[in-house]
């Protein structure tokens, strides 16, 4: 197993000496969605014409002799619950289909400043809501290294278009594990940076004291190269922070010697998965081989986070998701009463899975019941950030597996939706906490399904976590092993 | 399982607090599984937290001040671009008031 190749920093270079256009970078995207997405669904919108002129644009500027972006002409596919501007944007919900924004995210934005063409919009659980995209109301996404099996969600899209080849990195939102979930399930490095990193700004909300954006790619240097440029403090983001971006690409080259891995045994021991154990055993070894020391911590109270979250989630989303209510902008369902036609509005629009947890939030907020519910939630959620200061102690990165079993098939979770919320039961504490946290791949199973580890670090020290994850990648990365071959596609 | 949690009034009463209309099919689904999930949430009563204050954000937010200057805004035709109903440039939305319009 080696690292794979880092086509993002490669295309930038390609594209900077000439040696590709990114008119043919672009081409070649859409070439792949045209071939490949029929069978996977990762697209909700395909920008054939939008992401040619973006390629367009920096050919002309290289001709001129202007200087180029970071990601000039490297291809990049959005979650559909970043507002583009113009480009329709649905969150895979009948209550937004077919809405234009009238802006672009702060992350787009800084995307198209920085020279990347953005080739469409990807497919997701309905509101960023689910761990396996069949909450979209568009259809599900499929896993391009096995198409019986969920790509994982929410971000399940942005996921299974980088695994497969269809855009060179994406971007996802992670609320509770739906950009790491995913990226373990497709087998790409996924980021979800600390809380207050990269702006929120045109991310339609969900959670807000959880959502974070985050990129998906092929290489940890990738990864780095697009969190260098997403990240950062937006003022239209009253939660985004003043804090200096480092050079994360720089330490995607910082020998891993030295570094303080703090083992969650616990968790790593509570998988039932052999597989999945026998990834976790390789990465410790992997780990120990880079001159790493591994220690044992515990998170006492992180069993508890499936509780937590689904309590402050749901409660934050049943007040976000109010403002759809048929009067400014998607689907109304016209009524000649005010509250019936925002009543049948609702109904319509939303799918199971969001009404349950709105309703679910919504109770937890009514009256007689806020302190036993949400503010219970919230002081357990303080206990869990106790559980990673004492960790980080005597530890520089805490590890566990991102999920406790590769990638499910199609349907195995759907008649409970608390087993599906159990999906998420080692992604979520570092949310809670606020904390930054990755997804690396670490192995296949014999069957050939990925397996992801996960690093969580101290607050906005993504920098060793992109260290720790360059480690692992260098001794147990997929390679160019890639999912493509599942697509009768060895190109 | 003892009684469930939510009850199918119950699910009714918060349906009509989140604008939201429910069937009787689903009202009766929502309060089965809203009551398992609920039931699963016991667990935090085992925990002592009367001593801990809650994380509203979990890293500490500065209010910092900027300037009062004057940005641009969406013009109002870009504001209204996705209602699905407009008149006279405002959002419209059916009669709230009652008598005669």
């Known amino acids: ?491 | 399982m003892s009684e469930p949690k939510i009850s199918v009034d119950v699910v009714r009463h918060v349906a009509r607090l989140a604008r939201l209309r429910v069937t009787d099919e689903e009202a009766s689904a929502l309060a089965s599984q809203l009551s398992h999930v609920l039931d699963h949430m016991d667990e935090l009563n085992a925990l002592d937290v009367s001593e801990v204050p809650p994380t509203s954000h979990a890293i500490p937010l500065d209010s910092p001040f900027r300037e009062d200057a004057v940005r641009e805004g969406l013009s109002r035709e870009e504001a209204l671009a996705g209602a699905p109903l407009e008149i006279a440039g405002g959002f419209a939305v059916p009669k709230v008031l009652g008598g005669e319009g």
Not at chain 1, 98 to 118: C, I, M
Not at chain 1, 141 to 148: A, E, R
Not at chain 1, 392 to 402: A, H, M, W
Request: contains cysteine; hydrophobic residues 40%; charged residues 25%.
């Open chain 1, 1 to 491: 197993m080696s690292a794979p190749r880092s086509i993002v920093v490669q295309t930038a270079e390609a594209v900077r000496k000439g040696e590709r256009t990114a008119v043919e970078v672009c081409e070649e995207s859409l070439a792949r969605i045209e071939r490949h997405d029929g069978a996977l669904n990762a697209f909700l919108y395909v920008d054939r014409e939008g992401a040619l002129e973006a390629a367009r644009r920096v050919d002309e500027a290289r001709a001129k002799g202007e200087p180029l972006g970071p990601l000039a002409g490297v291809t990049i596919a959005i979650k559909d619950n970043l507002c583009t501007r113009g480009v329709p944007t649905s969150c895979a919900s009948k209550i937004l289909e077919g809405w234009r924004p009238p802006y672009d995210a702060d992350s787009v934005e800084r995307l198209r400043a920085a020279g990347a063409v953005l080739v469409g919009k990807t497919n997701l659980d309905e509101f960023a809501m689910g761990s396996s995209t069949e909450n979209s109301a568009f259809g599900p996404v499929k896993n391009p290294w096995d198409l019986s099996r969920v790509p994982g969600g929410s971000s399940g899209g942005s996921a299974a278009a980088v695994a497969a080849g269809l855009s060179q990195a994406s971007l996802g939102s992670d609320t509770g594990g739906s950009v790491r979930q995913p990226g373990a399930f497709c087998g790409v490095t996924a980021v979800k940076p600390t809380y207050g990193r990269v702006s929120r700004y045109g991310l339609i909300a969900f959670a807000s004291s959880l959502d974070q954006v985050g990129p998906f790619t092929k290489s940890v240097r990738d990864a780095a190269r697009l969190m260098e440029v997403i990240a950062g403090h937006d003022p239209r983001d009253a939660t985004s922070l003043e804090r200096e971006v480092p050079r994360y690409e720089a330490a995607c080259d910082e020998p891993a010697k030295g570094l303080r891995v703090g083992v969650v045994r616990s968790q790593v021991e509570a998988v039932e998965d052999a597989e999945v154990r026998a990834a976790m055993d390789a990465t410790l070894d992997a780990l120990r081989d880079a001159g790493a020391t591994l220690v044992d911590v515990e998170l006492p109270h992180a069993k508890y986070a499936v509780s937590v979250y689904y309590l402050v989630a749901t409660a934050e989303a049943s007040s976000n998701l109010a403002r759809f209510d048929g009067v400014r902008y998607g689907l109304r369902v016209s009524r000649d009463d005010l509250v019936e036609m925002v009543e049948e509005t609702r109904a319509q629009g939303f799918g199971p899975e969001v009404k349950r947890r709105i309703m679910l939030g919504t109770y937890a907020l009514s009256a007689g019941y806020y302190d036993a519910f949400y503010l219970k939630a919230q002081k357990v959620r303080t206990l869990i950030r106790r559980d990673y200061d004492a960790a980080f102690e005597v530890c520089d990165v805490v590890l566990s597996p991102t999920t406790p079993t590769p990638a499910f098939e199609f349907g195995a979770r759907t008649h409970d939706p608390l087993a599906m919320y159990l999906a998420d039961i080692f992604t979520l504490p570092p949310s809670l906490a606020g904390l930054p946290a990755f997804s690396t791949p670490c192995g296949l199973t014999k069957g050939g399904l990925p397996v992801g580890v996960q690093l969580t670090g101290r607050p906005f020290d993504e920098a060793t976590l992109f260290r720790a994850s360059a480690a692992i990648e260098a001794r147990l990365g997929l390679g160019e092993h890639e999912a493509r071959a599942f697509l009768g596609d060895k190109a």
